[in-house]
């Protein structure tokens, strides 16, 4: 094997749908081995997304990597073993037998973009508006008027969009739930 007694972060390939039993197969073999000291954390990075389709708003959950684990870990003999011969797993990410651990940057892009209970990506609002459409406000201050989008931000879930007010056009911006695509 590798490097010894260093803390990193590999890939693991599993059985197409098999993430959720993968991880918790891998935290049962830990327990029961013995191997909290070597093998510290198993992810499945999800995505949450609010979808408004006709009105109705509902909740897709997506795996960011279908088919990937990530697995924070010492790698040796025993904690390759554990980790390889764990139901469901194919392999780990590697070259040949040799696992390749995520670099820094990777596993800083990776966690930096999940939630702070470390699974779950922030969520991000799937919107079926896009900056060109034209828009009407079904709620609020604005409530009634119709302008032309400038610009969409699915993270926020907010929208900019021109409006006259006083007879001056007027860059405003709403909740993407109080707005109505014409």
Sequence with gaps: MSVHGVR???VVQTYSGYENRVKANLEQRIATMGMENSIFNVLIPIEERLSVKEGKTRKITRKLYPS????EMCLDEQSWYVVRHTPGITGFVGAGTHPLPLSEKEVKEILGKLDKDQEQIKIKIEMNI???DTVKVKEGP???QVGPVVE???EKGKVKFTVSVFGRETVV???FMSLEKL
């Design 68 to 71: 990937y684990v990530l697995v």
């Design 130 to 132: 896009e900056r060109g």
């Design 173 to 175: 911006e709403a909740d």
């Design 8 to 10: 990193r972060w590999y």
């Design 142 to 144: 604005f409530e009634g």
């Design 152 to 154: 969409v931000n699915p």
